[in-house]
């Protein structure tokens, strides 16, 4: 079955705009399926099918006539060189929009050739997993059953599909293909054992020394392989809220896993039962309760986290026009006052005035309001789906 997605309003928007859109995401998120249903109508081809990818590259030009405008060109990231052919295709028709989708899963390679050649030229999107809202069509789970299947749509298009034989399919294909092709190494066994070990970092400020020692790996190959779990989409990097006036803050950023289920997958986690007595279980909560904001945000580079040198958290700061959204994640299903603390102490240290905001995002079923009694509005206290 498809499921709607979010992100087709602004596909729409963003078609009627520019000659060129660029969806990006991870392998499995859904942008094939998308895209072919929104514009039917397109031609479509797949640089993911080798003999594509070559003649994209080695004769960019009868490929093009072979699959004219209006086209969706998947994988482009297979053919970088028929980028400069696309812009000139582009100028000499600028104002006519709505002329090639381009999807691609290795966002960083995509991206370079983006902007080499298409600055100006092309709109962005990006497409993650489902999120809740997105899979209840397909049979509304419980909350914490959907944390631990995850957001992968074909999880839900073919609801028989056991998760374990999903993902343990997903990350040896992950491995195969995106990996050998960003890195050109063998060693992806000490990969996916990296891939691993940030699992059990999800939700934390990311000590990348800390990580390669782990793992047994150099600084200088973390880094890359860090950078290659972004570049696919893989991971996510929040960075802490700094400014000349808090020069106390910590500047390493915390890292997240992109998909809650994939995360449960490679902690070993394969039950709603298992889920519910993991001491890892706020940390996921964490993740997914981010994941969820990313998908519901127009501007995912407004979401920060705050941290200070003497431990002061607060999970999630939203800059909005020099006012603050402060949120905080908890696993408990009535917090009170108590877990609301941090909250209080940021809100002194920014100032009440420029708080807009204050939110504890928790497992109830019943949201309610927590007043401080400290000059700031109240607390708001919901769940992901009743905020």
């Known amino acids: 079955m498809f499921l709607p997605r979010i992100v087709a309003d602004k596909l ?3 078609m009627e705009n520019f000659p060129a859109v660029v969806l990006t995401g991870a392998r499995q998120t859904g942008k094939t399926t998308l895209l072919r249903e929104m514009f039917s109508d397109f031609h479509y081809i797949s640089l993911d099918l080798p003999s594509n990818a070559e003649m994209a590259e080695t004769a960019p030009e009868d490929m093009l006539k072979r699959y004219p405008p209006p086209v969706i060109i998947d994988e482009v990231q297979y053919a970088p060189g028929l980028f400069r052919f696309l812009k000139a295709r582009i100028d000499a028709d600028r104002h006519t929009h709505g002329q090639y989708l381009l999807t691609g899963s290795q966002k960083f390679t995509l991206m370079r050739s983006v902007s080499d050649s298409l600055a100006g030229r092309c709109g962005l999107c990006e497409l993650e997993t489902l999120n809740v809202a997105e899979a209840a069509p397909a049979g509304k789970l419980p909350l914490e059953s959907f944390i631990v299947r995850g957001g ?14 999903f993902y343990e399919a997903y990350i040896a294909s992950y491995l195969e293909r995106d990996v050998r092709a960003l890195l050109k190494v063998k060693e992806l066994r000490d990969f996916e054992r990296f891939l691993r070990a940030l699992a059990l970092r999800s939700g934390q400020t990311l000590n990348k020394a800390e990580l ?13 392989w860090i950078s290659v779990l972004q570049a696919s989409n893989q991971i996510f990097l929040l960075e802490p809220w700094f400014s000349n006036k808090t020069k106390s803050m910590v500047k390493s950023p915390k890292v997240y896993l992109a998909d809650s289920g994939l995360l449960c997958h490679l902690l070993g986690i394969r039950s709603t039962e298992a889920l519910l007595g993991s001491s890892l279980r706020g940390a996921i909560w964490e993740t997914f309760v981010f994941s969820e904001l990313r998908k519901g945000s127009a501007n995912k580079t407004d979401i920060w986290y705050w941290r200070d040198q003497k431990g002061t958290e607060v999970d999630f700061l939203i800059h909005a026009g020099g006012r603050f959204d402060l949120l905080e994640c908890k696993w408990s299903t009535h917090p009170d006052r108590d877990d609301a603390r941090h909250l209080a102490k940021v809100s002194q240290r920014i100032g009440h005035e420029n708080i807009r905001s204050r939110e504890l995002i928790c497992r109830t079923q019943a949201p309610y309001k927590l007043d401080l009694h400290d000059g700031s509005p109240p607390v708001h206290i919901h769940g992901v789906t009743n905020p």
């Open 212 to 224: 390669a020692r782990d793992v047994g790996i150099s600084s200088p190959t973390a880094n890359e």
């Open 12 to 14: 729409h928007r963003l």
């Open 152 to 165: 992968y749509p074909e999880l839900y298009r073919n609801p028989r599909l056991r998760m374990e034989d």
